[in-house]
């Protein structure tokens, strides 16, 4: 029995995912995989992503992964990366696409003329090393700073009005929602298999969680 899935949707920086997963995890089988069936036998499942929505969402249904990430998400310790964050909600910009509405929400574009508080320029994607200032406790920020760095790679971010769905937010240049945690659910913007050893806390966190808040 796998331990730890991490969906293979044929996007994004799958490898890099495990790997940091077994790092931290050298106990415990982790697989990447296509496999609905695996998904759903698995203990805990990852969600990574890099790429666009639409393609994401093609790709899911190609391969019909959609009712074992839905399935995952309702029933198991549930870890989603970057568009593993963006997926979960009801709709994107990007490409008019649909997300899963697992949770309440859309994901909106960087406006293009981005500008910090003495007027310079920023970049659109938001690429780089931010902080996630945590905004509530939660078992997967156990040990790591409040305003930890971590790296990030998007043009997109999630608005909700859900409130109580947050737990961390970035400024860049206003205040967006970096992480988002509800029951068995947590979702990340950044790539904590990039972010060193606070990332590195958070997948060993996650490895550790029994999928409570």
């Keep these: 029995m796998t331990d730890i899935a991490v969906i293979d949707y044929g996007m994004g ?5 495990a790997k940091a997963l077994e790092h931290v995890a050298p106990d415990h089988s982790v697989r ?13 499942v990852v969600f990574p992503g890099q790429g666009a929505m639409p393609d994401c969402v093609r790709e899911l249904d190609n391969r019909n992964l959609r009712e074992a990430v839905l399935d995952a998400a309702a029933n198991k310790p549930f870890l989603g990366i970057c568009i593993g964050l963006q997926l979960l909600f ?3 910009e990007e490409g008019d696409a649909n997300g899963l509405a697992i949770l309440p929400g859309k994901v909106k574009r960087f406006p293009l003329a981005l500008r910090d508080a003495n007027g310079n320029k920023l970049k659109v994607p938001h690429m780089g090393w931010n902080e996630a200032c945590q905004t509530r406790a939660h078992p997967l920020w156990n040990g790591i700073a409040k305003d930890a760095r971590f790296y990030f790679v998007h043009s997109y971010y999630v608005e909700t009005e859900d409130a109580a769905l947050e737990t961390a937010s970035t400024e ?42």
Excluded: C, M
Excluded at 13 to 17: D, K, M
Excluded at 32 to 44: N, Q
């Design 90 to 92: 009801e709709h994107s």
């Design 13 to 17: 920086n799958l490898r890099s995912v």
């Design 172 to 213: 860049y240049p206003f205040h967006f929602t970096s992480a988002v945690g509800r029951d068995n659910i947590f979702a990340v913007q950044f790539h904590p298999e990039k972010s060193q050893q606070a990332g590195l806390a958070l997948l060993h966190n996650f490895v550790n969680w029994n999928g409570r808040s």
């Design 32 to 44: 990447v995989t296509s496999d609905p069936a695996e998904i759903a036998a698995a203990g805990r």
